[in-house]
């Protein structure tokens, strides 16, 4: 069964820290992986996107690294701001069937002054 | 234009009443998408449209019945909705049903009482 788990599912950091955030997944064909950034009430925004071929991926402050062997991805920010507080989802695409985008459950990071 | 739009922002109805979503994009994308998104979960995928014609239901109660007028425009016709079907309903896009390129919508906050 294609599944995307994250972990942990909610984390409290102080301003300024980093954080990693993981994305273990049992999808297969796979496509690609990406990471959303959701603030609450609004749409998800993408941060990165990694294909088979890609290990890491830089947006910013956001380092996103991918580990095909493994099934496993993670999401690093680094000296974290206030505005960073959000929910942070992992969706990996299959490229098998006429659609298969399927969404991690979700990191609610708040970052604290 | 990089976005996809969605209106209203919010929305408050009666169960007896009869409302629409609506969704527009401009980016030449030929796949659309709806999803619910109730709080702390992941969206959950509604309806895919690709090149104008429905080609996913998932399996979504007859009181929600979407429409794609065009290329650039999505609808979601509501009626007699139940209290549950209070969430965040977002729109996206993509290129085509392939996985790249996907871009959501701020949502509608829907409360229906």
């Known amino acids: 069964k294609n599944q995307v788990e994250q972990s942990p599912q909610s984390l409290i950091i102080l301003e300024g820290k980093n954080c990693t955030l993981q994305?273990?997944?049992?999808?297969?064909?796979?496509?690609?992986l990406r990471w959303y950034k959701q603030d609450t009430g609004r749409g998800p925004v993408s941060l990165t996107i990694m294909t088979f071929s890609e290990n890491t991926k830089s947006n910013g402050r956001y380092t996103a690294t991918l580990d095909a062997d493994t099934k496993q991805s993670s999401l690093h920010i680094t000296a974290s701001q206030l505005s960073d507080s959000a929910s942070y989802i992992c969706v990996v695409t299959s490229t098998s069937g006429t659609y298969k985008y399927i969404f991690g459950t979700g990191t609610r990071l708040k970052v604290l002054a | 234009d990089t976005e996809v739009t969605q209106t209203p922002k919010h929305l408050v109805m009666g169960m007896t009443n009869k409302k629409s979503l609506k969704c527009e994009q401009h980016?030449?994308?030929?796949?659309m998408y709806w999803y619910k998104q109730k709080a702390k979960k992941p969206p959950e995928l509604m309806f895919v449209?690709?090149?104008?014609?429905?080609?996913i239901n998932e399996s979504v109660p007859s009181r929600f019945s979407p429409e794609c007028p065009n290329s650039s425009l999505l609808n979601l016709h509501l009626h007699a909705l139940q209290p549950e079907d209070s969430a965040l309903y977002l729109c996206?896009?993509?290129?085509?049903?392939?996985?790249?390129?996907?871009?959501f919508g701020s949502g509608t906050r829907l409360t229906v009482v």
């Open positions: 449209y690709s090149y104008e014609k429905l080609s």
């Open positions: 980016m030449g994308h030929r796949a």
């Open positions: 994305c273990n997944y049992t999808v297969s064909p796979f496509s690609n």
């Open positions: 996206a896009s993509s290129p085509n049903t392939g996985g790249y390129g996907y871009t």
